[in-house]
């Protein structure tokens, strides 16, 4: 595979593209549903915070965090959910296994660099890409 998503791929991706910010638009969608998804999706790279109780995995989803680097370099995608529906959004950057910076951002933002994170990933890993493509099934 090349460094480049292939014509049709890139016309799938902009499907998932399409759909992760539909479902981000709706902060309780994006916690409900696309939260899951993506979990399903990318396995261990995705940590979901669920509010607390005893039997944790029927409880509301509050946080995602997605850690989409590689190498030691990349991205870390966080959004929690406060009280009262506020979401507080961060953007990573990892460098060599540090750190490097940290924002916060709105939603949109957030969205926006998560698109474009899992088009990176997309484009360096075959089984991403079967994963986020079943995102449309």
Same mark, same amino acid.
């Given at each position: 595979?090349?460094?480049?998503? &292939?014509?049709?791929?890139?016309?799938?991706?902009?499907?998932v593209a399409a759909q992760v910010r539909a479902n981000a638009a709706d902060t309780g969608t994006f916690f409900r549903v696309l939260a899951s998804e993506l979990a399903q999706a990318l396995g261990d790279r995705v940590k979901l915070e669920r509010s607390g109780g005893l039997l944790k995995r029927d409880r509301p989803v509050t946080g995602i965090?997605?850690?989409?680097?590689?190498?030691?370099?990349?991205?870390?995608l966080s959004a929690r959910r406060a009280k009262g529906?506020?979401?507080?959004?961060?953007?990573?950057?990892?460098?060599?296994?540090?750190v490097l910076s940290?924002?916060?951002?709105?939603?949109?933002?957030?969205?926006?660099?998560?698109?474009?994170?899992?088009?990176?990933?997309?484009?360096?890993? &075959?089984q991403t890409w079967k994963a986020l493509h079943g995102l449309l099934s």
């Open positions: 595979m090349g460094e480049e998503i &292939e014509p049709q791929r890139e016309e799938s991706f902009d499907l965090e997605l850690d989409l680097t590689g190498a030691g370099a990349g991205t870390i529906g506020v979401v507080a959004c961060t953007v990573a950057r990892r460098v060599r296994g540090i940290t924002k916060q951002v709105s939603m949109s933002e957030w969205v926006e660099e998560l698109v474009s994170a899992l088009g990176d990933e997309a484009r360096r890993s &075959e």
